[in-house]
């Protein structure tokens, strides 16, 4: 049952910590994505990555870290620079290559204590 | 500054009439679009897309419609159901940058 598995579904940050959420497909996409929905904005590209051990900053970059060590995997960091990390996470994945139709994860909710 | 603009933050429609959701792009690049629908604490799921070779698109009671002199797409529901409401977002691309730009979205409301 291929798809893309975001963990964890809710998770809570507390001031200067950094907290990394889980992004995992067997979809054997290439390119994988972060997004990040706040009310009102809609989409945010955070980062994105094309291949194995390459990405691109998104729009809203800073303060957010990723690494793509496998095909499979695509990590995201908020780090203790990132103000306001207070949002809905979404991942996603692509054949990548031009074929720009993206599979979505679930999302994890992150909240700031 | 915003590439991919939805205007309308919400949308009302009785069920059973036409729902009409509409977006307009600034970047002359965009070469590929598509719709997606979005419940909440879920993730958005795919629902139609368009290349800039075409002006319409059409899968079962969706239909999108591109405008590249205007620089304006609408997605047309026909007829609407009370399972259409939902938050729906306009997306862009350049073909092979695989970056995708989306819009704040519109939420669609489905009266009965």
């Known amino acids: 049952d291929g798809g893309i598995t975001q963990s964890p579904k809710y998770l809570f940050r507390k001031e200067g910590q950094n907290v990394t959420l889980s992004c995992e497909q067997n979809?054997?996409?290439?390119?994988m994505y972060w997004y990040r929905q706040d009310p009102g904005q809609g989409l945010r590209l955070i980062y994105y990555?094309?291949?194995?051990?390459?990405?691109q900053k998104g729009d809203i970059a800073e303060g957010y870290s990723v690494s793509r060590e496998k095909k499979e995997s695509f990590p995201l960091t908020v780090t203790s620079a990132q103000k306001n990390p207070t949002a809905f996470y979404l991942c996603a994945s692509s054949i990548g290559g031009g074929e720009e139709k993206l599979f979505f994860g679930s999302g994890t909710q992150l909240s700031v204590l | 500054d915003q590439q991919v603009k939805q205007n309308s933050p919400s949308l009302s429609v009785q069920e059973g009439r036409i729902s009409i959701l509409n977006c307009d792009y600034t970047n002359s690049m965009f070469d590929y679009f598509l719709w997606y629908k979005k419940y909440p604490a879920e993730g958005p799921t795919f629902l139609i897309s368009i290349s800039s070779i075409k002006d319409k698109n059409e899968d079962g009671r969706f239909t999108v419609f591109l405008n590249k002199s205007a620089k304006h797409l609408s997605l047309h529901i026909v007829p609407s159901q009370p399972g259409d409401s939902a938050v729906y977002f306009c997306a862009a691309s350049v073909r092979g940058d695989d970056k995708i730009i989306f819009g704040k979205g519109t939420r669609l409301h489905i009266l009965p």
């Open positions: 979809l054997n996409h290439d390119a």
């Open positions: 990555s094309q291949i194995v051990n390459d990405f």
